[in-house]
């Protein structure tokens, strides 16, 4: 279609017409890729931190919201159990140092183990719950129980939150002391406040401890209230009440707690541990040919039953114990051939432990000390337990040489001896009329720092006495007494035979002895048993006249105390009263009533007026003076005269 004129023309105009392009926004400036110059980069870089600076970054424009602050309570309670820390805490120093502390450890350093420990909780580097659980294991497998105490109390005190391990170990102290009572509070104490619920752990600790010491029923309890906790039934809690019940006789409730595991578990048990517990029940029922079934059940070729170092133990202990010595022989050679550690485990030292008591009872000592020496052998080291056990087994046969070469050899094992290895040796020394040797072991007791109790110190002396060594007896009195608490019957013993050696003076100067240290000590039935005694020579009088000395020279002690204190407030009143004017204490009103007081008034005053500007001068060198002075009148003195020294310096200043 042909256009019109007008139109045509309009239209190339608009063709030869210039467009302009908008320019871009002023706040948007052209990025080149490069610069000319390096003059021209750095402009660039100056004017951008210049633009930067002017105007803020365009987040801070942004509404942005603000972060809700943790609740917290405004009150937390004091008294509120402590989070233990977690495993992941043990890194950097802190694993450093909980290295360095398992090596004292494995030294058998423990008491270094746990000086470090001590000193550390209040370093850079505090040393973690894991550290100090491993110190106090130690201190447990040595029955160190006091130690172990002592640094739990120190650790709680100084705020390391003991975590489930810790009251374990506590539990388990308890438990060997046989403070079966603070322990089961202890576990209430656990259940209630603890932020974390007891471990299967706990309950085979308790559970344990109670039938140790025969408290079968109450073990019973702790199993039943395990299960309505929601634990899964624990094969080896079963067999610790399983023992028991064993132990007592009672066969019937062995059969009914192993068909009760059986039910809980749904078909067999694969736990081996159990297993010899069933033997016994089966032997104390006279079912012999039951019992062994039982044992090629667990034991034979082909048994899907899992038999641990422990429960081939129980097996060792129910066939020894029953007639069954060359059975158990041949499993304890089944055992040593499959021993292969760390991937087997099939022998402990619970297992040499029980094959040595069961050569003894076979009357085969010698091949009882081969199998004990061989325990090195399976990588095996045997305890102080352990060499108690054999020890005691010899003397008890009259085989003391043999018994005292075993203790000879404890140090070379590194294992210390305790208080139940010096009597077993005291004891079969007084047997072999070895009486000194005997007080030699007393002795060496006492230099290893162990504290023998009053049955062992009486055990002694009565040894010593029978044999006509009364002085001896008389030594180890004098160097227990501040270390026992004596009985009367313990000091009758001693008394009883001095007198009878014709030794009564010794016997007053005892008493004497007591009365000054204490003389509740002296009670009224010793009192009447030395009367009768000194009343058999005709000495009835002089307990009378020594209680009457003993009396007077406390009396006189305490008069010289208080005149002793007397003459030191004199001399510090003496001393007071050099510095301060005597009218301070009382002479004031006796001066005003004198004929001469006007007079004295009149001459102060003008001594006053004409010596005004001295007494400013000196008023600094007077009252450093008097200060030192009621520093040493305070010590003193009595309130009342401290008061009337502040009066006087309060008027002294004033002036």
């Known amino acids: 279609m042909a256009l019109s004129k007008p139109t045509f023309l309009t239209h190339l105009k608009t063709l030869t017409t210039k467009h302009h392009h908008r320019a871009p926004p002023s706040f948007l400036s052209l990025r080149l890729l490069s610069f000319a110059t390096p003059e021209e980069a750095a402009a660039e870089r100056r004017r951008r931190k210049r633009r930067l600076s002017l105007e803020p970054p365009l987040n801070s424009v942004r509404p942005q919201s603000q972060p809700r602050p943790n609740p917290q309570n405004p009150n937390p309670n004091p008294n509120a159990p402590k989070i233990p820390e977690h495993v992941s805490a043990l890194t950097g120093n802190r694993l450093n140092l909980h290295n360095r502390i398992l090596k004292l450890i494995r030294e058998n350093d423990l008491d270094e183990a746990a000086l470090l420990t001590r000193h550390s909780i209040y370093s850079n580097c505090k040393p973690t719950i894991f550290t100090c659980n491993s110190v106090m294991a130690a201190q447990l497998r040595q029955w160190r129980y006091s130690d172990l105490l002592s640094l739990h109390r120190f650790i709680t005190q100084a705020g390391v939150a003991a975590n489930v391990v810790t009251h374990n170990l506590l539990i388990n102290a308890y438990m060997d002391c046989r403070k079966t009572d603070t322990a089961l509070d202890y576990y209430k104490q656990l259940i209630n406040d603890a932020p974390f619920n007891p471990s299967p752990t706990t309950y085979r600790i308790i559970v344990r401890g109670l039938v140790d010491n025969n408290k079968v029923d109450r073990a019973l309890e702790l199993k039943d209230e395990m299960l309505s906790k929601g634990f899964a039934p624990d094969p080896i809690v079963y067999s610790y009440v399983m023992l028991g019940e064993a132990k007592n006789g009672k066969a019937d409730g062995v059969f009914a707690l192993y068909e009760e595991l059986k039910e809980k578990l749904g078909g067999a048990v694969s736990d081996g541990v159990v297993y010899g517990s069933v033997m016994k029940g089966y032997f104390l029922r006279g079912m012999e040919k039951e019992a062994m079934e039982c044992y090629k059940e667990a034991?034979?070729?082909?048994?899907?039953?899992?038999?641990?170092?422990?429960?081939?133990?129980?097996?060792?202990?129910?066939?020894?114990?029953?007639?069954?010595?060359?059975?158990?022989?041949?499993?304890?050679?089944r055992m040593m051939a499959e021993h292969s550690p760390p991937k087997r485990l099939s022998v402990n030292l619970g297992s040499f432990n029980v094959m040595v008591d069961a050569y003894c009872s076979q009357g085969r000592f010698t091949e009882a000390i081969e199998i004990f020496k061989n325990m090195g052998e399976k990588r095996c080291s045997p305890d102080t337990l352990s060499y108690n056990n054999l020890i005691e087994q010899l003397c008890n046969n009259d085989m003391l040489a043999e018994g005292e070469e075993l203790y000879k050899g404890m140090s070379e094992k590194g294992v210390s001896p305790d208080e139940f290895t010096f009597v077993l040796l005291m004891d079969a020394c007084f047997k072999e009329n070895r009486p000194d040797d005997a007080a030699a072991y007393y002795k060496k007791m006492i230099e290893s720092k162990l504290r023998p109790n009053l049955a062992v110190y009486n055990r002694l002396v009565d040894g010593l006495v029978k044999v006509g060594k009364v002085d001896e007896a008389k030594s180890f009195f004098d160097m227990m007494v501040g270390k026992l608490r004596m009985d009367d019957a313990s000091y009758q013993f001693i008394m009883k035979a001095l007198f009878d050696i014709g030794k009564h003076d010794e016997v007053l100067k005892t008493i004497g002895a007591m009365l000054r240290e204490d003389a509740s000590d002296f009670s009224t039935d010793l009192q009447e048993f030395v009367r009768e005694e000194l009343g058999k020579v005709g000495r009835e009088g002089d307990l009378t006249k020594l209680m009457e000395d003993v009396e007077r020279e406390k009396a006189e002690a305490a008069a010289r105390e208080a005149e002793a204190a007397e003459k030191a407030k004199a001399s510090a009143r003496a001393a007071v009263s050099s510095l301060i004017p005597s009218k301070l204490f009382g002479n004031k009103e006796g001066d005003e009533d004198s004929p001469n007081a006007a007079e004295s008034t009149s001459m102060d005053g003008e001594a006053k007026d004409g010596k005004e500007e001295e007494s400013v001068g000196q008023t600094a060198v007077e009252n450093s003076s008097v200060d030192a002075s009621l520093t040493e009148a305070i010590k003193g003195e009595t309130v009342l005269e401290a008061e009337v020294i502040n009066e006087s310096l309060s008027d002294r200043v004033e002036a």
């Open 299 to 333: 034991c034979g070729e082909g048994s899907k039953i899992k038999m641990s170092a422990v429960a081939f133990n129980y097996m060792l202990d129910a066939l020894s114990k029953n007639g069954k010595f060359e059975e158990a022989v041949e499993l304890f050679g």
